[in-house]
């Protein structure tokens, strides 16, 4: 695996340690993350990349306190996930492909419900709302309910949602799927913008060419484990390949090759039983 200074920073504001996550299945448990360890400071972009069903949305969510590790630890601006919830919820937003808005509410309206839950004060939110209408250009749907607004405006509406308590990071879970090429350029910008103002961000996605134009560093994950981590130079130097996507297809193969490998050798050695 090459890593990074990943490991042992002091000035972390995602500090993830061992993290491991299994499912209870009839047919035995499932490993959905396997010890995972993921620090991340103000300032940086962290591609946590890798195929559907890697593991990354679970890592996400014990991160977020909405799912419960089976081991490991993780703290988020210095709160303990497990003891803190709360407040980690109030320094971290969730930009997510699959949040809806509420649709009888005008994005004005969604603003400030957010900032109420946050306990942002009254003249705070409303600064907030006029800050962020201008940087996501809401003005001229501010007061329309967003049952009546395009694909394109709900997006801006829940990109501005998620910043009106003004977290220090910020997870993206898969934020552009779904969108047109226009729609994605618009999250590009959000996250260079969020990286530009000091938050940190961990960028979850399987789209690893989008990963490779906007991230400071990378974590590759693969059948739950973080199995390559580091800045695109450290992996090129590891795996001799310039791009995210061949390095993940060798990893990929890799494993395949092992999975063979311990196949044929149980044939083997049931094979020798019967003798």
């Known amino acids: 695996m090459a890593?990074?200074?990943?490991?042992?920073?002091?000035?972390?504001?995602?500090?993830?340690?061992?993290?491991?996550?299994?499912f209870p299945a009839a047919a035995g448990d499932v490993l959905a993350v396997n010890g995972v360890t993921i620090q991340v400071s103000a300032r940086e972009v962290y591609g946590l990349l890798g195929a559907n069903g890697a593991g990354k949305t679970t890592t996400l969510r014990m991160m977020l306190g909405l799912l419960k590790p089976t081991s490991g630890t993780a703290r988020i601006a210095g709160f303990?996930?497990?003891?803190?919830?709360?407040?980690?919820?109030?320094?971290?937003?969730?930009?997510?492909?699959?949040?809806?808005?509420?649709q009888w509410l005008t994005p004005r309206e969604l603003m400030h419900y957010f900032a109420d839950l946050y306990d942002v004060p009254a003249a705070a939110a409303a600064a907030r709302v006029e800050q962020l209408a201008d940087l996501f250009e809401l003005r001229k749907f501010m007061d329309r309910?967003?049952?009546g607004m395009s694909t394109g405006q709900q997006q801006?509406?829940?990109?501005?949602?998620?910043?009106m308590h003004d977290p220090p990071i910020v997870l993206m879970d898969e934020p552009t799927r779904g969108l047109d090429i226009v729609g994605s350029k618009r999250i590009f910008d959000f996250t260079s913008h969020l990286k530009n103002i000091g938050k940190a961000v961990i960028f979850c996605t399987h789209r690893l060419d989008e990963a490779q134009r906007l991230c400071n560093r990378f974590g590759l994950?693969?059948?739950?484990r973080l199995q390559l981590e580091g800045t695109l130079d450290e992996l090129r130097s590891?795996?001799?390949?310039?791009?995210?996507?061949?390095m993940f297809l060798d990893l990929m193969a890799r494993e395949q090759q092992i999975d063979l490998d311990a196949s044929a050798l149980k044939v083997s050695e049931a094979s020798a039983g019967k003798r």
Do not use: H, W
């Open 3 to 22: 890593m990074s200074d990943s490991e042992g920073r002091t000035d972390a504001v995602i500090d993830v340690r061992d993290l491991v996550k299994r």
């Open 221 to 224: 994950m693969f059948r739950g």
């Open 80 to 102: 303990d996930v497990a003891k803190f919830p709360e407040d980690v919820k109030r320094n971290m937003a969730l930009v997510s492909a699959s949040a809806a808005l509420y």
């Open 238 to 246: 590891v795996t001799g390949r310039e791009s995210l996507t061949d």
């Open 156 to 163: 801006r509406v829940n990109l501005a949602r998620s910043l």
């Open 145 to 147: 309910q967003c049952a």
